[in-house]
């Protein structure tokens, strides 16, 4: 059996540039991301989008052309007027085809809507979300919607799972492969359901897998040590911000010759001296 990969920023940075440089060109590559959303969504009522004006934005521009091309017509809000290329390319075609156009400077911009999706940072977001951007984060997370987050939630660090402020996500719908962002740190917290949609990309790199929740008793028996994430921060003297569980965890496997269980009520990291591996009770 094949396990998904689970990546690290970069790798998924430097193998989506290769298969653009390769095989498909970024426009196209957009285009199957948002399909992948679509997919994974039972898409009803009123469909709110929010961009942002990198190419998670573009990602929510494209899925407003394919909602337009099956019979829904989305609101998309812009948090301000830049835009990628692919992104721009994406935003006209959903316009010329029929989109509508919110406002966020409005009292609870969001009201009426069934759908909220949240396509404002992506994964490679690093640090504390401020000004218009953490605004929009806070009107998603106060209105009644579904919440859908594009590739991460909002706010989140991919490789971290590190974030002060991000997006309560009902699903989030992973793009290319799972991060290792989506397991660690605040992330548990963030999010709700996770699934990955494969669009293709081709890693240069192994790095992680994942394996299923139920799976992780497996690992907790014989040879194991089992901590929660809390009695491994003490351990190694973890604080705020250093979230880097995953290389210590397979550090400490290979010294010891034991396999490493590290876990929160959602999520876990288990190395068993080989491989290094990341579950969670929220994937779909």
Not at 202 to 209: H, V
Request: aromatic share 10%.
């Amino acid at each position: 059996m094949t396990l998904p990969p689970v990546v690290t920023v970069q790798n998924m940075r430097e193998s989506d540039a290769h298969t653009i440089a390769t095989a498909v060109t970024s426009a196209e590559l957009m285009y199957r991301a948002a399909l992948g959303i679509f997919q994974a969504v039972r898409f009803t009522g009123k469909v709110a989008i929010v961009c942002g004006s990198g190419n998670n934005g573009g990602d929510g521009y494209a899925l407003a052309c394919i909602l337009l091309d099956n019979g829904i017509t989305p609101t998309i809000f812009r948090v301000n007027e830049k835009f990628s290329k692919d992104g721009l390319f994406y935003y006209r075609t959903a316009m010329d085809k029929g989109a509508e156009e919110g406002n966020l400077r409005v009292p609870a911009p969001f009201t009426g809507f069934d759908i909220v999706v949240d396509c404002l940072l992506g994964t490679g977001f690093k640090g504390e979300v401020r000004g218009e951007m953490r605004e929009a984060i806070e009107l998603i997370n106060a209105c009644s919607a579904y919440i859908i987050s594009a590739d991460i939630n909002s706010g989140i660090n991919g490789d971290t799972g590190e974030a002060a402020v991000a997006v309560n996500s009902d699903l989030t719908v992973s793009v290319g492969a799972f991060k290792t962002g989506m397991f660690l740190g605040d992330a548990p917290y963030f999010i709700g359901g996770l699934k990955n949609a494969d669009i293709g990309i081709t890693l240069l790199r192994q790095e992680y897998y994942l394996i299923d929740w139920e799976q992780l008793p497996l690992f907790e028996g014989y040879n194991a040590v089992v901590m929660t994430m809390e009695e491994f921060c003490e351990r190694f003297d973890l604080g705020d911000g250093d979230f880097d569980v995953a290389d210590r965890a397979a550090r400490l496997s290979n010294e010891s010759g034991k396999i490493i269980v590290v876990k929160t009520a959602h999520s876990a990291v288990a190395a068993d001296m080989q491989y290094l591996y990341f579950c969670a009770d929220y994937v779909r």
